[in-house]
């Protein structure tokens, strides 16, 4: 049973231009949480996904944007790229009914 | 309110110590407490998680002891051995979070052979 997939694994990008990450949850879980994780703190809470509506939002900017697919999928979207974006971004997966969260292995952004 | 303070940031203990690691809440209405385990390139991973109606609970070598009255739970780690080394996250959160999580700044711990 494959757990959370997340696409890709690392990311070098230009300030200024935008990224796409990718995150296939585990089977049987409907919820998609997206959190940012900069070296050496605890994961922030970007935003939760569920029936493909954003139901609750951290404090991100516009910039970071989201979508969640009929198979429950989801995909975050970084616009303008600031050198502060660098992060690890982790998807985490969950039944909306309870709190068990299963994490990816992240996506390693570095902008440059 | 948000805020979830973690220590101590780092930790060593030998092989076959106590690992202690210590979290502090400020929003009652938190009523799930988890605890992760995180190793070098990969995701954090769920430990063992309380709710606030127990002031313990232990599985295997891994306990978490609660206290509501404080705002304060930790984590303690019997027997530690070298493969517990890594960096450990508490958390809060609740229905009335929505799934989401609140996570403290975590603790490095290396257990030395």
């Known amino acids: 049973d494959a757990g959370v997939t997340q696409s890709p694994t690392h990311l070098i990008k230009t300030r200024g231009q935008q990224v796409t990450l990718r995150c296939s949850p585990k089977?049987?879980?409907?919820?998609v949480s997206w959190y940012q994780q900069a070296l050496g703190q605890g994961p922030q809470f970007i935003f939760q996904?569920?029936?493909?509506?954003?139901?609750q939002r951290g404090n991100f900017p516009d910039r970071f944007s989201g979508h969640q697919f009929p198979n429950y999928s989801s995909e975050l979207n970084v616009n303008a790229l600031l050198l502060g974006d660098s992060a690890l971004y982790l998807c985490?997966?969950?039944?909306?009914?309870?709190?068990?969260?299963?994490f990816g292995s992240g996506t390693r952004l570095t902008v440059v | 309110q948000q805020q979830v303070k973690q220590s101590p940031q780092s930790l060593i203990v030998q092989k076959g110590g106590i690992s202690i690691i210590n979290c502090a809440y400020e929003?009652?209405?938190?009523?799930?407490f988890p605890w992760y385990q995180q190793f070098p390139g990969k995701g954090p991973a769920l430990l063992i998680a309380?709710?606030?109606?127990?002031s313990e609970k232990k599985e295997g070598r891994f306990t978490i002891s609660f206290n509501k009255s404080a705002k304060q739970f930790s984590l303690h780690i019997m027997d530690s051995q070298p493969g517990d080394s890594a960096t450990y996250f508490c958390?809060?959160?609740?229905?009335?979070?929505?799934?989401?999580?609140?996570f403290g700044q975590g603790t490095e711990l290396s257990v030395k052979p």
């Open positions: 985490a997966s969950s039944p909306w009914s309870g709190n068990g969260y299963t």
């Open positions: 309380i709710r606030p109606d127990v």
């Open positions: 996904y569920y029936e493909e509506e954003e139901r």
């Open positions: 089977s049987g879980h409907d919820t």
């Open positions: 929003n009652t209405a938190f009523d799930y």
């Open positions: 958390a809060a959160g609740g229905n009335n979070q929505g799934g989401k999580l609140i």
